[in-house]
Every structure is written in structure tokens, then in C-alpha cells.
């Protein structure tokens, strides 16, 4: 790239401690003094043995948990927001449009249906009934679920195919930024080529990820740094 | 993408600032203040007696505050104090704007005339005075609540608790309101006509830019429909918040009982 | 026809002059009044205990109690009829407390007390119609609340009775299926017309007389004073219309008459007859002739009435 991008995710000084109020106010420290950017095109792996606080993280950049201290700006719409101090419907903005989160599992939505499901993201930003049907069709046949699981919800499927619902709900909508917390998790091989191969074409066009990847051919194939969540760490 | 389709709009719709409501001298909800915008969802937590309903009364014009104002952004004055407006007023934005669905289909629907007469009346109050017009938008919304509509003449005793809900639900949109409150919606319900119902809510929500004040116990009901939240504890909110963060990484001791407390199946 | 004189009553009566007692007729004046100065709105009142049992004509006797003078012509009528028992009961009554010639003859009366009819002729200036309403409030039906109903007539929240009329819409396939259609007062008031049939409505409207409405039960009084608009509700797409017969009277031959069905025996044999006694009778002595005249209805009507 000849001109220079400014980050899309800036995490600045970022802290994490549980307070268990029900448990004698029990403090558990995660991390703290966190801090990392990630700009247009880059995939930043975490790191870490399993309970350092890679989920933490995520979960805290997204939102979904509130961070102790620090600040996470991410670009949307030409500005950068704190989604740590943004008020709710802000941060309801920037994750319907900029910054997209693929969990390890796939939170059904009883009876509606698999390309219901995936097309849901696109309808929600206002495409049209056809194009987002069209576009689900084509991921899905992509993510080789069968074409006779489309139409049925996807709460009795294998674990395997239900993650790959869950990653064609995620990667439709094309965000700038992604979360991928494990998202290969429960594939076979030929499947985790398949998404990898989604993650490639998403940094392709400059999206900017952080991911979660045990497997580590998958962490080998996308990741273009690794952050040792470990070096932040608190010890309790 | 462009940035005017966003579902929640950015300006607020209904203001409420310092709401107080005291029972004699118990407390019914104490120095309550929130926004709600148009196409958000509000879900109200917290236990029995935590000052949900009195919230939700209070709100929906239904029982005058001891303290505090709320303001809405009605059709037909703009933003106004809901409780400074004159009664006839008041009464037309309610029918106008509003829709209340009750947990008890008893109380929103009224038992003596069919479903379809129950759906068809918010327009009639409206004005509608062509009955063939209105019999003809009460089929559309019986089937856009998936209601058998070869029942629509039958009474709502007729009916199971699930369709009495859907009926309630097609009269409380079908005059196109702003704001829609909603009292343990699926509460008097089995679980799987809950879910169905649930299903539906959130997509008429979605297609409607509805907003939606929602009280629930139900944390499952909360996380599939709202937006954000406000728990409540003895009168009081205690945490608010994004529902997700809320329900995922509780702040407040009383929140994360509650949260801890859903069983798991 | 046959008029009954008053006799003068006043040494033998043990009651006040019109049973009533002179607050009470005041009272009971008052509310007249406020009735007359906002028409179809339902004024309460102090209804009393009346020598019959609620439902037989409280309300209506109470208004003619406060509204009859020893100068009046006092006809009285049940569904149309001069001569069943609550009617002649009612109008000896009336005789005998009030000193109050009594008449069967519609043109003749000043005072014309009815329960679920409005007489055939029309009404003269002059003449005061009563009526005896069973349930008052036209809303009550769907809505229980007192206060509820107070609110939406003073705001004039009439949508609800609409609901009323989809649901028979819906149920019969037609707007009028019987009495008590209700009734626009001026633009403003919705009015319950007492139980007259939907054929009637029509006769409240630009009537040269004043129509009184008493539900004593209910303890209500409302009035249509001469020349009211009043206006039957209905649908843009299912207008209002009256009843109409296929058949004429089977005694005098009227074809623009409110018609009872009699049924003649259990082979199913039947025939239909003005419901307004005194208009058939007249007729059949202005030489009007129906397919059955001389049947021996017709005969049993000819007696006088006690």
C-alpha cells in the first residue's frame, strides 16, 4: 500500500477486573495497561494459554463487557468512537455497520430460518429482500451448508454447521472491522480452508480483524501479527 | 450502506426526567430518567415489586407521578409533557401514538366482540367509518400476526392464550403508532408458543421502526428483544446499559444476582 | 274515538297530585330542562321508588308525573299497542292519581308514553313524546365503566360504538338488526333511542314534538327538543336503512307501517299487522281493507280498552 491508513481500532491503556459482588466483593483482575492498533487489511492474533484473557479482551472491545479503564476508538464513519463511553445507541450504530463479532457459538433465534438468519444483517441496514436473499444463497453455497438445511431453523443442526451459519451471518455484511472469537472452532479441515479463504478476501478489500484461533494452521494462514495477551496480564 | 436506514433514530422520542411515584407513603418508583428513541427497544428488568409496572403506568398515562415529567414527541404537537396536555388531548395521542400490550389478554381486548371487531376498532376510533375497508386491513393484520383468519369472527374466549396475544398485538399496531408498550407480553404463555411470539415481536419491531418499552422478568425475553435495558430494585434503577453487556458482565450486586439466578436448561 | 274523560279523583286520593311529591316534580323538572337545553345528553337524577317494578316504565312515569296537568290528554302505549296490561295499568293510573283525561288517539294526546314505539302519525307541536329506556347508555355494552363512558361523551370518543355496529355488520351482514340503533344528537351526543326499532329513528329527527327519555333504574334523563338533527350511525359502505316488509297489513292493507308477525297456530300459518294499534284501527274505519280483515284480531281490538 502506497499511502498511509490510519487504524481502524486503537486500543489504548485497557483494563479488565471482574468485581463478584456476591462473593465477599471477590476482585478478579484480568488484564491491564492494554494497548494495540490494528489498521486496514492487518488480522492481530491473540496469543495466549487458555484463560489469559483473549475472550476477556474481545468481549471488552465489542462491548459486551465493560472495561475498568482505557479506551477503544474505532473508525466509523470517517471518526473515531469510544466504545467504552459511547452511549448505547451509538455503540448499536457502530455495530450494525463497522464492527462485526463472530462467537465460538451461534445464538438461535428460535424458528427462524437459516437464510432468514443470514439474511437478517442485510435487511437490518436496509437492502433490499432480493439482493439479501441472493447474497445469503451464495454464501451458504460457498460455506457448503446443503441447500436442504436452508429453509429450517438452524437450532438442530450439528455443531459444525451451525458455526458456518454463524460466520455467513457475520460475513455478509463485508464489515471494516471483525472480532473472531474462535470461529473455526468446531470445522473440519475442509471447512476451516473455506473460511479462511473468507478471511482472506475480507482483508483483501481492508477490513481490519483481531481473531481468536486455536487451530494453528488457521492462526498461520490469516494472522499477520500475534499479541501475547499474557504480557498484561494481572496476577491475581 | 447508508447511514439514514439506521433503525434507531437519533433524535429521542420520549424523554423522561425524574420520575417519582409514591403509593401513600410506599414507594413505587423513585427519580427514574431515561431517553427512548424511535425504533429502539427498552426492556425493563427486575423482580416482582421492583417498580417495573408503576414505571410502565406511569410512562403510558395510565397513572399521573408524584414527581418528575415525561415527554413525547407526539403527531399532533410535537414534543409535549404528556401529563401537562388536556385530558381529550392526551386521550387522542394515546389512540394515536400508542399501543399498550397487556399480559393478560382480559385486559387489553375486549371480551364481548369478536377478534376481528377488536383488531378493526383502533380505526374506528381514528375515524375509519367504511366497514369493508377496515374488514379488509383486520385480514391483512390477522395474517401478518399469523392468525387463522377463518376465526376472525369468534369471540376472544374462543381463543387459546397465544392467539388472544396475537390479536392484542395486531390492535395495538394497526393504527401505525410511534411507541408501543408492553407488559410481560409472553408471560401467561407456554414456552413454545412464547418463542413463536417472540419471533414475531421482533420482526414487526424491526420492519415497523418500532419503539418499544418492554417489562419483563424474564431475562431470555429481554435478550432477544431489547435494545438496551434498565434494572430495576426497589423502585430504582440500578444498572443500565447495551442488554448484552448488561447481561453479560453485570455491574451492580443486584444484577448479578438476577443474572446468576436464570436457570439453565 | 273513544276518549275517557278524567274524573276528578281529589277527595278520595290518598296521594300527592301526579303520585309524586312536589320536590320531587321539580327535581325531576330541572333535569327536563338541562335535558331540552343539551340535547341527547344524559342528565342524572333522583329517580324514586315508583308503585311498579324497574323495567315496567319507571323512567317514563316519573317524566309524565312531573310533566302532566289536569289539562292533558294522556295516551299510552307498549309496543304500539293501547291495550296490554302495562299500558292500560299505567294510563288508569295516571287517571286516577292525576285527574288526567285519557285517550288511545295519537292526534288527541298532549302526553304519548311509550315503551319501544313511536306512534305511525306523525307528532304535532305541542304534543310531548315519553319514552321508557331500559339501559340509557348506548356504550355500555362495550364499555362497563361509568367513568369511562363519561370521559368519551365529553370528548366525543364515539369510536367505540362504531365497533358495535362492524360487529353486527360482521355477524348479520347488514347494519340495523333490530332496536335501539344509536343515534347523533346535533353532531355531538350520542344518543341510546331507548329500544325503538331502527324504523323509528327517523321520527326523532325534525319532529315538530319533544321527545323525553327516562331510564328510572338507571337514573338518567334525556330529551330531543323539536327541530333536532338527529342522525342514525352507520358506514360509509353500509348505510342506514329502515325495516322493510314484504307484506301489508293483513287488517287495513298499510304498506308503510312498523309490522308485528303473529303466528296464527303451530302449522305455521301467520300474519303481519301494524304494531301501532290505533293507526290500524283508524284506517279500517277510513275503509282501508288488508287481505285478512274482519279476522278476529281485528274483532278483539274493537273492545274498548279498560
Known sequence: MSEIHPPLIIVEGLAKTFVLHNADSAQIPVFKGLSLEVGPGECIVLAGASGVGKSSLMRSIYGNYLPTAGSVRVLHDGAYVDITTADPHQVLEVRRRTLGYVSQFLRVIPRISTLQLVMEPLLENGVAVEEARERAERLLSDLKLPQAHWDLPPATFSGGEQQRVNIARSFIREYPVMLLDEPTASLDAENRAIVVQLIRQALARGAAMIGIFHDEDVRDAVATTLFPVADFRVAA | MNALSSRIESTPLLKVDGLTKWYGHILGCRDVSFDMRAGEVLGIVGESGSGKTTLLNCVSGKLPPSAGSIQFETSRFGMSDIYAMSEPDRRRMQREDWGFVHQNPRDGLRMRVSGGANVAEPMMSLGGRHYGKMRQATIDWLERVEFDTGRIDDRPANFSGGMQQRIQVARNLIHGPKLVFMDEPTGGLDVSVQARLLDLLRELVRDLRLAVMIVTHDMAVARLMADRLMVMKSGQVVETGLTDQVLDDPQHPYTQILVSSVLQI | ?306
Open chain 3, 1 to 306: 274515538m273513544s276518549v275517557q274523560t278524567g274524573s276528578n279523583n281529589a277527595p278520595e286520593r290518598y296521594y300527592n297530585y301526579a303520585y309524586l311529591d312536589e320536590q320531587t316534580k321539580r327535581m325531576i323538572r330541572r333535569a327536563i330542562l338541562k335535558a331540552l337545553a343539551i340535547p341527547g345528553y344524559q342528565v342524572p337524577f333522583g329517580s324514586r321508588e315508583m308503585p311498579v317494578p324497574y323495567g315496567w316504565g319507571t323512567g317514563g312515569i316519573q317524566l309524565t308525573a312531573a310533566i302532566v296537568g289536569p289539562d292533558d290528554v294522556y295516551k299510552c302505549i307498549d309496543q304500539g299497542a293501547d291495550d296490554t296490561t302495562n299500558a292500560v295499568s299505567i294510563r288508569q293510573f295516571f287517571a286516577k292519581v292525576a285527574d288526567v283525561e285519557t285517550t288511545e288517539d295519537t292526534s288527541e294526546a298532549t302526553i304519548i308514553q311509550s315503551r319501544h314505539r313511536v306512534p305511525e302519525k306523525p307528532l304535532k307541536a305541542g304534543q310531548v313524546m315519553v319514552l321508557q329506556v331500559p339501559q340509557p347508555e348506548p356504550l355500555r355494552f362495550l364499555e362497563p365503566r361509568e367513568t369511562e363512558t363519561r370521559a368519551m361523551h365529553a370528548y366525543e370518543e364515539y369510536g367505540l360504538q362504531y365497533v358495535a355496529l362492524y360487529e353486527r355488520v360482521a355477524r348479520v351482514g347488514r347494519i340495523n338488526a333490530g332496536a335501539g340503533h344509536p343515534v347523533m344528537v346535533e353532531e355531538r351526543y350520542l344518543m341510546s333511542p331507548s329500544p325503538i326499532p331502527a324504523f323509528d329513528n327517523p321520527k326523532l329527527g325534525f319532529s315538530e314534538a319533544i321527545y323525553l327519555l327516562g331510564a328510572g333504574r338507571e337514573k338518567r334523563i334525556y330529551a330531543v327538543p323539536p327541530y333536532t338533527r338527529v342522525r342514525s350511525l352507520d358506514f360509509e359502505d353500509h348505510p342506514f336503512a329502515v325495516q322493510t316488509w314484504d307484506e301489508n297489513c293483513a287488517l287495513c292493507g298499510a304498506d308503510d307501517a312498523y309490522l308485528d308477525e303473529v303466528v296464527l297456530d303451530d302449522q305455521g300459518a301467520k300474519m303481519y299487522v301494524c304494531s301501532d294499534s290505533h293507526h290500524c284501527a283508524e284506517r279500517r274505519e277510513a275503509g282501508h281493507v288488508g287481505p285478512m280483515a274482519g279476522h278476529q284480531l281485528a274483532q278483539a281490538e274493537k273492545e274498548p280498552a279498560q
